[in-house]
């Protein structure tokens, strides 16, 4: 059996350990959270290093993308200077959301199935961490509202023009790296925190899209007739969906035991099954990983 572990910045109250049975074998896969605590994190993937087959990095990634940028954020910088010596692999989620194009199967989806054209309004909370779902909307000429500033920040900027937010993250994301980790994303207990926010932009948008944690930051009583597109939920998150009269949750990653686990945990899954780091796959084995799971398809919860 392969064992990957999920290594997250984010709440241990999300933690969960799942084995499942794949058509390309038995996976045990565990997620631990560290409530913010990086040296924590540095410390678990030093425990584990050799003891699991491939990790995945949760709650952040190794860099931030805008435009033709890539940016790592000084504190999460120390992290991943410290998995370049391990000799498991680590996933962040990045290469596969690229390679495979997650998020353009979801957006397709909504596309064929009648629920998006170039009309559609979609609220996407972080487009500096979801940087493949700007490309796809705007693709689909789609109008865009980019939260950045709102959930990152917390200022009430609401920015509708993709100049203006290649232009604002150029000046600010240079800046922000210096920051602290925990001031521009919620860890630990901090993702379990709902604090009403920003309704009018939320009500705004027919589809909001990107990670869980910043949709539910903010989000309000009333999400009704609303689109969620996403990846990492938890059936609680899903009630939470449910509860405010969301229509539909789409997650460009499959349930296992009732968990849709973020990007990093399905490209760790295929660095285990090849026994390769992600820059030594060959595009016929990731082609072959998707085909193998039906990846090419999003997984799908209709409530209303």
């Known amino acids: 059996m392969k064992k990957i572990l999920s290594i997250s910045l984010g709440s241990s109250k999300r933690d969960k350990k799942v084995c499942i049975s794949l058509p390309i074998g038995e996976f045990e896969i565990e997620r631990i959270g560290t409530d913010g605590d990086i040296p924590k994190m540095i410390e678990?993937?030093?425990?584990?290093?050799?003891?699991?087959?491939?990790?995945?990095?949760?709650?952040?990634?190794f860099y931030i993308k805008f435009g033709n940028k890539e940016v790592t954020l000084k504190e999460v910088g120390k992290v991943i200077d410290f998995t370049k010596t391990l000799e498991t692999p680590v996933c962040d989620g990045q290469w596969i959301r690229?390679?495979?194009?997650?998020?353009?199967?979801?957006?397709?989806?909504?596309?064929e199935n009648g629920y998006l054209n170039e009309n559609s309004k979609v609220l996407i909370p972080s487009g500096v961490s979801r940087y493949n779902l700007v490309v796809g909307f705007r693709r689909e000429n789609c109008k865009i509202l980019y939260g950045d500033l709102m959930?990152?920040?917390?200022l009430s900027v609401?920015?509708?023009?993709?100049?203006?937010?290649?232009?604002?993250?150029?000046?600010?994301?240079?800046?922000?790296?210096?920051?602290?980790?925990k001031m521009l994303y919620p860890v630990g207990e901090e993702q379990e925190k709902i604090?009403?926010?920003?309704?009018?932009?939320?009500k705004w948008a027919d589809i909001i899209a990107g990670d869980c944690i910043y949709i539910k930051k903010h989000m309000p009583d009333d999400l009704?007739?609303?689109?969620?597109?996403?990846?990492?939920?938890t059936e609680n998150d899903r009630i939470l969906f449910k509860n405010r009269k969301v229509k539909m949750v789409i997650t460009t990653t499959p349930e296992f035991d009732g968990r849709t686990f973020g990007t990093n945990v399905i490209e760790a899954i295929i660095c285990a099954y090849y026994g390769k780091r992600?820059?030594?796959?060959?595009?016929?084995?990731?082609?072959?990983?998707?085909?193998?799971?039906n990846l090419d398809k999003p997984n799908i919860y209709k409530f209303y």
């Open 44 to 61: 678990l993937f030093k425990k584990y290093d050799g003891k699991v087959d491939a990790f995945g990095l949760g709650g952040t990634d």
């Open 98 to 111: 690229e390679k495979f194009g997650f998020e353009d199967i979801a957006i397709k989806y909504l596309k």
């Open 151 to 154: 959930f990152s920040l917390g």
């Open 158 to 181: 609401p920015i509708y023009s993709y100049k203006t937010f290649i232009f604002l993250a150029s000046i600010i994301v240079p800046i922000a790296k210096y920051l602290p980790h």
């Open 195 to 202: 604090i009403p926010k920003f309704e009018k932009y939320y």
């Open 224 to 233: 009704s007739n609303k689109i969620i597109l996403t990846n990492t939920t």
């Open 278 to 293: 992600v820059t030594e796959l060959k595009e016929e084995e990731y082609l072959k990983f998707i085909e193998l799971l």
